[in-house]
C-alpha cells in the first residue's frame, strides 16, 4: 500500500479535531441502528452463482460486501486514509494511499476467529476477490496460528519497547 499524499493539518482544522476529541471524550453518545431493504440486493447477490457448482468458486454476500465498499473508497478516496492527530501536541495529518486493503473476520476450522488483512482488494474483480480470500482462508488452516501469534505479539512488545 503506497502512500499516495499526506496532508498535514491547517489551523481550522486542529481546531476542529481539537474540539471533536474534547466532545468525545465528555459528552454522552447516542447510537443509531438502521436496517435497509436488501430483497433486491440479496437476490442479484444470488444471480451471481447460478450455475456454479463449485463451492470454492461461489461469490459470498461478504464478498460481494467487500467489492461495494472497495468501489465506494475508490470513488471517496479520502476516506481510503489513516487520520493520525495527537492532541496534547495538537498536531494532525491525513496520509491517503492507492490501494484499497481489507480487514475481515474469518472463522477457523478450530472454531476460533481471525482477522484477515487482505491486501490491494480495490483492483479485484469478485472472482478474483473469491480467490484471494480462499487462498488466505487456506494459508491460515495450515499454520500454527499459536506460533504467529507469539511472534506478532514479541515483534509488537520489541517495537514498543524501542
Not at 133 to 151: G, P, Q, W
Amino acid at each position: 500500500m503506497a502512500l499516495t499524499r499526506s496532508t498535514h493539518f491547517g489551523i481550522a482544522r486542529k481546531i476542529v479535531s481539537n474540539m471533536t476529541a474534547e466532545s468525545w471524550e465528555q459528552i454522552p453518545h447516542a447510537g443509531l441502528v438502521y436496517e435497509p431493504e436488501v430483497t433486491a440486493f440479496l437476490a442479484e447477490c444470488k444471480k451471481l452463482n447460478e450455475g456454479c457448482t463449485d463451492k470454492s468458486k461461489k461469490i459470498t454476500i461478504n464478498t460481494v460486501m467487500i467489492k461495494v465498499i472497495c468501489e465506494g473508497l475508490k470513488a471517496a478516496p479520502k476516506m481510503n486514509a489513516h487520520l493520525e492527530f495527537n492532541r496534547k501536541l495538537v498536531r494532525g495529518c491525513l496520509h491517503e494511499f492507492d490501494h484499497v486493503d481489507v480487514s475481515m473476520p474469518a472463522l477457523l476450522p478450530n472454531g476460533e476467529m481471525m482477522t484477515l488483512n487482505m491486501h490491494d482488494m480495490g483492483n479485484k474483480t469478485l472472482t478474483e476477490m473469491t480467490e484471494a480470500i480462499n487462498d488466505s482462508l487456506r494459508r491460515a488452516k495450515n499454520t500454527d496460528l499459536n506460533e504467529v501469534m507469539f511472534e506478532v505479539s514479541l515483534d509488537n512488545t520489541l517495537q514498543g519497547l524501542k
